[in-house]
């Protein structure tokens, strides 16, 4: 059993410290929001994850994890030291390491044996290095001489499936440089990882430069299915079927070709724009990095235009929009493409009726001052009396409505598909005029009725 502090307890740091305290180390989760702290410690979880709040509230009861404000109740007597903490972009998109320094400084002041400080952060190469200067100057300024090793760690956990990811882990990244750091973590994730062959070994900066190479990866990936469905469209090929083909080759594979209304989320844009900021600081130009973002962004606009042309004016029109959040299975509505939507259709004059499984009451945080906004009890209730359905977020719950009673609710049956979520010749069938996102337009200049 190790003795274990989390700094940070959002998706990253609580979901590491309570799959850590399910393997029987003792965690404490620190985080200087004391509001926070105080719902954690009433087991009111900050945000939705599946299996979180069972693995949170045994651990609880268990005596394994705990919550905490005060520094020198998480350091003292600790082995391993987590860094889950924001790094939030900058105005020219770089990363904003001021909270891991700061925590490093908070660190060395408190720690009074040797101690590993691990970064699960997503950060910019060289980010350990300056951690490593802020906790030797603390440390010079106590005056005193201790032990300790600063490693990467980063995370690759999915909103939505963090707590499998982190039970049962794809791989192990361990950026390490002394013997003792890296035999340290290897022993903490033997138990998610027995025959220790999804352990990888690697130098710090590696590390820290992989967790930016898998995230714009997967970026391009979207943007680029993004980008080749919107030329699909005005050929008149269907992507998903080309999707189907270019995924049987095992070269591709068929991971994160969807086309859709683009990414968002904590992730995905914030490392990409940290990503171009760290070639630009080096004088290294990134234009494929520059492309994914701008595609992006236009694939928002291109969804949202589709609309607006159908309507012609959308000012006094009802608009149901089917998913907030940035995918299913989370509450985190960062970035969402649902809220570009939102803004644009609110400016356009039109009125909304909007539904999400999970996220409506962080929905209505952020858009409760705007009387055109109704906040629907379902995507039945959202459905009713509107002119046309939007869905922006794949919840699998609206893959299984029952549109012939929706449609009988609706002024028109119109039907928006910004995942490609349902079959355009089954809702034709059933009398909705459908529009997906690469897919033949279904009536050449078709206008509202």
Not at 74 to 82: S, V, Y
Request: net charge negative; with cysteine.
């Amino acid at each position: 059993m190790k003795k274990i502090a989390i700094i940070g307890t959002g998706y990253v740091g609580l979901v590491t410290g309570a799959c850590l305290a399910e393997m029987g180390n003792q965690v404490i989760c620190l985080d200087i929001d004391k509001e926070k702290i105080e719902s954690l410690r009433a087991l009111n979880l900050p945000f939705f994850e599946p299996g979180l709040e069972e693995l949170v509230v045994r651990a609880v009861e268990a005596e394994r994890l705990f919550f905490t404000d005060q520094y020198n109740e998480a350091i003292p007597g600790t082995d391993l030291c987590f860094l889950a903490l924001p790094t939030p972009s900058n105005e020219d998109g770089s990363c904003d390491l001021s909270y891991v320094l700061a925590a490093a400084e908070e660190i060395a002041a408190n720690m009074d044996n040797y101690l590993l400080i691990v970064n699960k952060s997503t950060v910019p190469i060289g980010t350990a290095e300056k951690v490593t200067e802020t906790l030797k100057k603390t440390l010079d300024e106590r005056g005193v001489t201790i032990a300790f090793d600063v490693a990467s760690n980063p995370e690759f956990l999915r909103e939505g499936n963090a707590v499998a990811d982190c039970l049962k882990p794809e791989r192990i990244l361990i950026g390490a440089k002394t013997t003792k750091a890296k035999e340290l973590l290897k022993e903490l994730y033997a138990p998610f990882c027995p025959q220790q062959d999804r352990i990888q070994i690697t130098d710090i900066r590696s590390a820290e430069f992989a967790k930016y190479a898998a995230n714009a990866m997967l970026a391009t990936r979207i943007s680029f299915m993004n980008n080749l469905a919107t030329l699909a469209e005005k050929l008149g090929v269907n992507i998903d079927e080309v999707r189907i083909a270019m995924g049987a080759d095992e070269r591709i594979g068929n991971k994160y070709l969807n086309a859709g209304i683009g990414f968002g989320g904590s992730c995905l844009p914030k490392d990409i724009r940290a990503l171009c900021a760290i070639g630009k600081k080096y004088g290294h130009p990134t234009p494929l990095f520059d492309s994914v973002l701008a595609i992006n962004e236009e694939q928002r606009n291109f969804f949202y235009e589709k609309i607006a042309r159908f309507f012609g004016s959308l000012s006094g029109k009802t608009l149901a929009i089917w998913g907030l959040s940035f995918k299913p299975n989370t509450d985190d509505m960062r970035e969402a493409p649902a809220l570009y939507l939102i803004q644009k259709f609110l400016e356009a004059g039109a009125h909304l009726r909007i539904y999400d499984p999970i996220a409506l009451p962080k929905a209505k945080i952020l858009l409760n001052r705007f009387d055109q906004v109704y906040f629907a009890s379902d995507e039945y209730d959202a459905a009713e009396n509107s002119d046309a359905i939007i869905l922006a977020t794949e919840w699998k719950q609206f893959q299984f409505a029952d549109f012939e009673k929706i449609g009988a609710s609706m002024n028109s049956k119109v039907f928006f598909d910004g995942r490609n979520q349902h079959s355009p010749d089954k809702m034709h069938k059933i009398g909705f005029i459908y529009f997906g996102i690469g897919q033949p337009d279904p009536i050449k200049e078709l206008v509202c009725p």
